[in-house]
């Protein structure tokens, strides 16, 4: 049992994970109290990781082992700033880290963004892997045509759902409500539109070769798009650009393939950047700047040519990165959307009593990086809290300086999501699937613990 500092760690996804697995390996004994808003944990790995990537999802696995010492705590269904204010955080515990990630995606800034069917990526992802927040999300699927704006993973993922069959989707852990609706789909071309070239579109190479091997689709590519000066191809030739180069010998492969018998398409285009979405009740089409790029290889932006276009289209979503929001009372740096941190930490000197804040993840550096990036970033700030304690920079409380959290009932403990997560799992083994997610809060609370009709729990503290 510990007897050394306590430590609160907000967000329960890999960085909030990694970080209370690094934390929790020093000699200087902490206890880690972990905080989720959702009544479930493993952030983007539940919430974001796409459902027909079952493989990465198996992380949770080493979640669950950390979560199984000794000295770790979750609480989930627990929001700071709304249930828990983070002043009265920094009172109770000896340092806080925040690990609450950046999964704000950033709407087009275009005429017509909030038309009807009009997304962001993270609306339309949460919507399909079963985010309570996005359940009531109605996205159409009644025109032939949907457009992805973006050349990053996330706007793979989201090309990938909308071109599967539904027998594909069906044994994966796609929310039931977006089986159902994807069941029905009539899309039948997916316009995957970069702003930029394929030497700059930020694919890595192993998702790019699953979207473009999918059974039933004809890839489409303007050839034009892959034909490079003298100077661009010795740029792609350097070492360091060989995931660009593998994913041009990708697109050129796709490219050259016989034309199969397939009933869809994927059309990667480039140099086109959105100008407008055009409808007036919802989504009929986006309309398009054609851009060259300029600049020397490896430094290239686009700058308009002059020509626009339209693609009909009665569904658009904007796949555009994402980025970090403000917490109340702590430094924010709007313009990259993360919180200003050297190595994880975030005050410089703070007050007696209150505990110094730390950042892990995506609200440290930015949207950028896989799953296991967040392990070596979690270590960094961990490193930094434990050389900090050692310096004597900020005190471990004595148990009367700790004041006291009024915590709400309806909290969820890890063995209440075990709960959740086996009956989700019994239902998913019913259907032939990895799970059948609930995305009804009130729904997991009772199947947590047991809740009365007020929502409070009545069987765990
Ligand atoms: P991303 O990799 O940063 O890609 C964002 C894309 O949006 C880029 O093509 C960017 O173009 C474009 N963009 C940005 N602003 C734009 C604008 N105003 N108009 C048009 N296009 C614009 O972001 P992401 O796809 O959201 O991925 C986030 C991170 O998660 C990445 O590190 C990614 O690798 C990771 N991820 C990994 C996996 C996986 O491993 N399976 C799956 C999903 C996500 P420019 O380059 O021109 O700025």
């Known amino acids: 049992m510990s007897t050394g500092p306590e430590i609160a760690i907000v967000g ?5 994970f990694f970080a209370a697995e690094a934390i929790l390996k020093s000699d200087a004994r902490p206890r880690v ?5 959702l009544p479930t944990p ?9 459902p027909d990537h079952q493989q990465i999802k198996q992380v949770a696995k080493v979640f669950d082992k950390i979560s199984k010492h000794v000295d770790f705590s979750f609480f989930g269904n627990v929001e700071i700033g709304r249930d828990i204010t983070l002043a009265a955080l920094r009172a109770r515990y000896d340092a806080v880290v925040l690990a609450y990630g950046a999964s704000w995606g950033a709407p087009l800034a275009v005429p017509g963004a909030n038309l009807p069917q009009s997304l962001t990526a993270t609306a339309f992802i949460g919507w399909y892997n079963g985010h309570p ?52 789909s009539r899309i039948r071309n997916v316009r995957l539109v970069g702003r930029r070239g394929p030497a700059q579109a930020a694919f890595t190479s192993a998702e790019l070769r699953e979207l473009l091997a999918m059974p039933d689709v004809r890839v489409v590519i303007d050839p034009a798009a892959l034909q490079f000066d003298a100077a661009e191809s010795a740029f792609l030739d350097l070492p360091a650009n060989a995931v660009v180069k593998r994913n041009v010998a990708l697109l050129q492969d796709a490219l050259a393939r016989p034309a199969g018998d397939t009933s869809k398409d994927l059309h990667v285009d480039f140099l086109a950047s959105p100008l407008a979405i055009e409808g007036s009740a919802r989504v009929d089409a986006v309309r398009f700047a054609r851009n060259r790029l300029q600049g020397p290889p490896g430094g290239k932006t686009c700058v308009p040519s002059g020509d626009e276009f339209s693609i009909p289209a009665g569904l658009s979503i904007a796949s555009i990165g994402f980025r970090g929001r403000p917490l109340d009372g702590v430094p924010f740096d709007g313009r990259r959307g993360i919180v200003p941190n050297f190595e994880g930490r975030v005050d410089g000197k703070v007050a007696v009593g209150v505990a110094p804040l730390y950042v892990a993840g995506w609200i440290k550096r930015g949207a950028n990086g896989v799953i296991g990036t967040n392990r070596a970033d979690a270590a960094e700030t961990a490193r930094s809290l434990m050389a900090d304690l050692q310096a004597g920079l900020w005190p471990v409380k004595t148990d009367a300086e700790r004041v006291a959290l009024s915590m709400k009932q309806d909290r969820i403990d890890f063995a209440g999501w075990k709960l959740i997560d ?22 997991m609370l009772e199947t947590a613990g047991g809740t009365d009709f007020t929502g409070k729990l009545v069987t765990t503290g």
């Open 42 to 50: 493993f952030g983007l790995v539940r919430s974001g990781v796409a």
């Open 133 to 184: 927040d996005f359940a009531g999300l109605t996205p159409s699927f009644d025109h032939e045509t949907a457009i992805v704006v973006g050349h990053g993973n996330v706007a793979i993922d989201i090309a990938r759902i909308l071109l599967s069959g539904h027998a594909r989707l069906a044994k994966t852990d796609i929310a039931d409500h977006a089986l159902e609706a994807l069941r029905h």
């Open 12 to 16: 329960s996804g890999p960085s909030g």
């Open 33 to 37: 109290h972990m905080f989720e808003r």
């Open 422 to 443: 086996e009956a989700e799992c019994r239902a998913g083994c019913e259907a032939g699937r990895p799970r059948r997610k609930m995305v009804d809060i009130k729904a």
